[in-house]
């Protein structure tokens, strides 16, 4: 069974913060990862997708991958009460891709 | 583009109803992917399409599930009979390239069985 295990949340943080959310899986050939971020009552939008170690930045979001303890991240700079909503991680093998239950942010202003 | 397009978004059925979802995936993506989502399992595949072929069908929970791609516009998700824990939000999502890349997930389809 192929696990994505996130912190349940809700993570509050103020405005103007930085956000950091985590997200551990347990399949070691997994090659894909991702962040979907999710609105109440909307669909999940993919926000950042990594598929190597280290670091990638897109605007305010970074995602961070580490393989060897098989730990991804995201970290979301000046956070904006815009950014509260649920955020998914997922994880891709050759043939299977696993969601994680989500992490609720909540950015007050 | 309009997206991904499902109906309907909302459905409420009986306990031992058949339920029909249909989507249509964005023009020129050759994967198809169903899922379901709830509170207590979270976001689950059920099945996936590559060409219209369903390529992994191992999320499906039960055979009274079943899903069907007859082209490359259209494709449908049935449970029959329908029980009171399929009740879930059923999102149907496209990908140009598969499992490993990004998914266009449509609004979802908000089932209720009484």
């Known amino acids: 069974q192929k696990e994505v295990e996130q912190n349940s949340g809700p993570l509050s943080v103020p405005e103007g913060a930085i956000a950091s959310l985590n997200c551990t899986y347990s399949d070691r050939g997994s090659q894909s990862f991702f962040w979907y971020r999710q609105y109440s009552g909307k669909s999940p939008e993919l926000i950042m997708s990594?598929?190597?170690?280290g670091d990638k930045e897109d605007g305010r979001f970074t995602a961070q991958l580490n393989k060897a303890s098989q730990y991804v991240s995201l970290l979301i700079r000046d956070s904006q009460p815009s950014d509260s909503a649920t955020y998914l991680c997922a994880v891709a093998g050759y043939s299977t891709l696993t969601f994680g239950k989500g992490t609720m942010l909540l950015v007050s202003p | 583009d309009a997206g991904v397009i499902q109906s309907p978004r909302h459905e409420v059925t009986e306990m031992g109803q058949e339920v029909t979802l249909r989507c249509k995936p964005i023009s020129g993506h050759d994967y198809l992917f169903w899922y379901r989502q709830t509170m207590m399992r979270g976001l689950e595949l059920l099945i996936y399409f590559n060409n219209n072929v369903p390529i992994d069908d191992s999320g499906m929970p039960e055979d009274r599930f079943s899903a069907k791609m007859p082209n490359a516009s259209f494709s449908t998700l049935k449970i029959q009979p329908s029980e009171p824990r399929d009740s879930a939000v059923y999102f149907c999502?496209?990908?140009?390239?598969?499992?490993?890349?990004?998914?266009?997930f449509g609004p979802g389809t908000r089932l209720t069985v009484t």
């Open positions: 990594i598929y190597s170690n």
């Open positions: 999502a496209s990908s140009p390239a598969g499992l490993s890349y990004e998914q266009y």
